[in-house]
């Protein structure tokens, strides 16, 4: 199983029309999940503004790239949604990741989501994650985490994580109680001397979005 995450940014103002022709006409033409399983469907609230960001699921990178293939080749495709959606992008950027931890849904609706990517040293990337794996029981008596990852591509040394809150004033408390939980306060004094840049964003799904 691999994840696809997909980062567009737009134009100021097209970030309303982007997300319903992607959760219209672009999921009518895909047939729902056949060509990718839909994970994820966000704008940005705070961090990079005007981003409209994506998450997939595959069996493999063949099988994306079989899949994407296939799509682009679809008449209806090219004809139909590309021309909505191109002309609005200023830049697309792909990572492909490799789940450390299973996806979880959120507890109910109404959620806001914070996407957190970690650069830590060469090569500890993989020992980072399983430590965080371990001690991922603790950290979420606070808050709900949605995944974990380690980046494939195109930086081999990131780290990805999701997490899920009814409010920022949930977020304030879930972090600051984390922070004195004993498990979690050892995991970060292994972690975090190895991380080398944290980049953090606020999501908000879209109402096509199968985690709200």
């Known amino acids: 199983m691999i994840h696809e995450l997909r980062m567009y940014t737009l134009k100021p103002g097209s970030i309303n029309k982007a997300l319903e022709a992607s959760g219209t006409v672009a999921r009518r033409i895909r047939g729902g999940d056949s060509y990718g399983k839909l994970e994820g469907h966000w704008s940005s609230e705070i961090g990079t503004l005007n981003q409209y960001i994506h998450l997939w699921g595959f069996e493999s990178v063949s099988e994306m790239q079989r899949l994407r293939g296939e799509l682009a080749a679809l008449p209806a495709w090219r004809e139909e949604y590309v021309p909505l959606i191109r002309p609005n992008i200023l830049r697309q950027e792909i990572r492909i990741l490799r789940p450390v931890l299973a996806m979880k849904e959120p507890e109910g609706d109404n959620n806001f989501h914070e996407l957190r990517t970690y ?3 060469p090569g500890k990337a993989l020992e980072w994650t399983e430590r965080m794996a371990e001690a991922m029981p603790a950290r979420e008596k606070y808050s709900r985490n949605l995944g974990l990852w380690i980046n494939d591509f195109p930086d081999p040394n990131e780290i990805t994580h999701l997490w899920s809150y009814k409010s920022w004033q949930e977020r304030m408390e ?39």
Do not use: C, H, N, T
């Not at 984390?178 to 999501?203: N, T």
């Open 119 to 121: 650069r830590v040293k």
């Open 174 to 212: 879930a972090r600051a109680g984390s922070q004195a939980d004993p498990v979690w306060k050892k995991f970060l004094g292994y972690a975090g001397p190895l991380i080398e840049e944290m980049r953090s964003m606020i999501l908000s799904p879209s109402p096509y979005s199968p985690r709200k």
